[in-house]
Nanobody
Framework: QVQVVESGGGLVQAGGSLRLSCTAS????????MGWFRQAPGKEREAVVC????????YYAESVKGRFTISRDNAKNTLYLQMNSLKPEDTAMYYC?????????????????WGQGTQVTVSS
């Protein structure tokens, strides 16, 4: 059984930083594309950052380029999201997801395994 668990969310002031972590079990972590997605109230879930199985190919939403960094440690089955210069518009529930087997993906429909989410709230 695949399990995806996020941690690291919280409340931070604008301009601050947070680091999210995600561990995945029940699958061969290094074989799967991974991604961080977010959903704010009343909005659709969107891809924030995605990373290929090898870590070589990365996608960043325009709104987070230069501020967020995704990385993965395949030996530890762990995905990270370093978020700097946070803005109030970054406030959302952040979800970690593993693809359904694709080596690289960015469309939420291509991700089969999802965590429960971790809340990030940025105050102005």
């Amino acid at each position: 059984q695949v399990q995806v668990v996020e941690s690291g969310g919280g409340l931070v002031q604008a301009g601050g930083s947070l680091r999210l972590s995600c561990t995945a079990s029940g699958l061969t972590f290094g074989d799967y594309a991974m991604g961080w997605f977010r959903q704010a109230p009343g909005k659709e879930r969107e891809a924030v950052v995605c990373i290929s199985w090898s870590g070589v190919v990365r996608y960043y939403a325009e709104s987070v380029k230069g501020r967020f960094t995704i990385s993965r440690d395949n030996a530890k089955n762990t995905l990270y999201l370093q978020m700097n210069s946070l803005k109030p518009e970054d406030t959302a529930m952040y979800y970690c997801a593993a693809s359904g087997g694709a080596k690289y993906a960015t469309d939420p429909k291509d991700f089969a395994y999802w965590g429960q989410g971790t809340q990030v709230t940025v105050s102005s």
